[in-house]
């Protein structure tokens, strides 16, 4: 308990999966968090769950694909909170169906890219202008990114997080500013739950059960949350520039 005490964080797509459950156990953790989504009804009652637990808690409607927007969010915390210790960018959407490299679309590609990529990279400006020594990124990013399994447009987007990642760490290494990356595999989240399974590719599906474990143990929200708590902690002070594979083995 207190892993977080003092601590304020920014937490985005905290509307529900590893989002809503980062910001709950950051607050049970004794941290301040500011959470960020584009939908503001579930992201409410995220915040209503925090406070009725006797968490701190800011909301804050959030399109991060929109750079204005992102500036909003970390200077509502700074103003509110006076600092900013954590950010966590864990929001993200997939494209419909696994397409692979030769059957993808313009279309997939600017809708994912212009959030899980640019959207990151937009809070990371933001925050890392206002950011003090021992803060803390963590973006979340995917197997996908790290080995390549998944749409194509998804995984070009996670490779690129888990890239800016390493990039973040070197650059802000002298100021003591971390960055690491969590590569979970799959995730029982509502967003992969509602993946329309007959649109799915079948010559994507059929490759990926090939190089990775299919059945092996989905990892839940909470696994995630786990992760991104160490790392965001003063625990792990000495790790950066890393991403961390989270996927009970299905890559092994």
């Given at each position: 308990?207190?892993?977080?005490?003092?601590?304020?964080?920014?937490?985005?797509?905290?509307?529900?999966?590893?989002?809503?459950?980062?910001?709950?156990?950051?607050?049970?953790?004794?941290?301040?968090?500011?959470?960020?989504?584009?939908?503001?009804?579930?992201?409410?009652?995220?915040?209503?769950?925090?406070?009725?637990?006797?968490g701190t808690v800011e909301v804050v409607k959030t399109d991060i694909s929109d750079n204005e927007?992102?500036?909003?969010?970390?200077?509502?915390?700074?103003?509110?909170?006076?600092?900013?210790?954590?950010?966590?960018?864990?929001?993200?959407v997939l494209e419909e169906g696994l397409k692979p490299i030769d059957r993808f679309t313009d279309?997939?590609?600017?809708?994912?890219?212009?959030?899980?990529?640019?959207?990151?990279?937009?809070?990371?400006?933001?925050?890392?202008?206002?950011?003090?020594?021992?803060?803390?990124?963590?973006?979340?990013?995917?197997?996908?990114?790290?080995?390549?399994?998944?749409?194509?447009?998804?995984?070009?987007?996670?490779?690129?997080?888990?890239?800016?990642?390493?990039?973040?760490?070197?650059?802000?290494a002298d100021a003591h500013i971390r960055c690491n990356a969590v590569c979970p595999g799959t995730?029982?989240?509502?967003?992969?739950?509602?993946?329309?399974?007959?649109?799915?590719?079948?010559?994507?599906?059929?490759?990926?059960?090939?190089?990775?474990?299919?059945?092996?143990?989905?990892?839940?929200?909470?696994?995630?949350?786990?992760?991104?708590?160490?790392?965001?902690?003063?625990?792990?002070?000495?790790?950066?520039?890393?991403?961390?594979?989270?996927?009970?083995?299905?890559?092994?």
């Amino acid at each position: 308990m207190n892993r977080l005490e003092g601590k304020v964080a920014v937490i985005t797509g905290a509307n529900s999966g590893v989002g809503a459950e980062t910001a709950k156990l950051f607050a049970s953790e004794g941290a301040t968090v500011v959470i960020s989504a584009r939908r503001l009804e579930p992201l409410n009652a995220v915040a209503e769950e925090i406070k009725n637990a006797g968490g701190t808690v800011e909301v804050v409607k959030t399109d991060i694909s929109d750079n204005e927007s992102c500036k909003e969010l970390i200077n509502t915390a700074v103003e509110k909170f006076g600092k900013l210790d954590i950010l966590v960018n864990n929001a993200g959407v997939l494209e419909e169906g696994l397409k692979p490299i030769d059957r993808f679309t313009d279309e997939d590609y600017d809708f994912v890219t212009s959030i899980n990529e640019k959207g990151t990279m937009n809070c990371i400006r933001a925050a890392t202008n206002v950011m003090g020594e021992w803060a803390s990124i963590v973006n979340v990013a995917s197997i996908a990114g790290a080995f390549g399994c998944g749409g194509a447009v998804y995984v070009a987007s996670k490779a690129a997080i888990i890239g800016i990642t390493k990039h973040t760490a070197m650059r802000f290494a002298d100021a003591h500013i971390r960055c690491n990356a969590v590569c979970p595999g799959t995730i029982l989240t509502p967003m992969v739950a509602g993946m329309n399974q007959s649109n799915m590719d079948i010559d994507m599906i059929t490759q990926m059960s090939k190089h990775t474990n299919i059945r092996a143990t989905p990892c839940t929200p909470r696994d995630v949350a786990n992760v991104i708590l160490f790392l965001a902690s003063d625990e792990a002070k000495p790790i950066t520039g890393q991403a961390i594979v989270t996927d009970y083995g299905s890559t092994v």
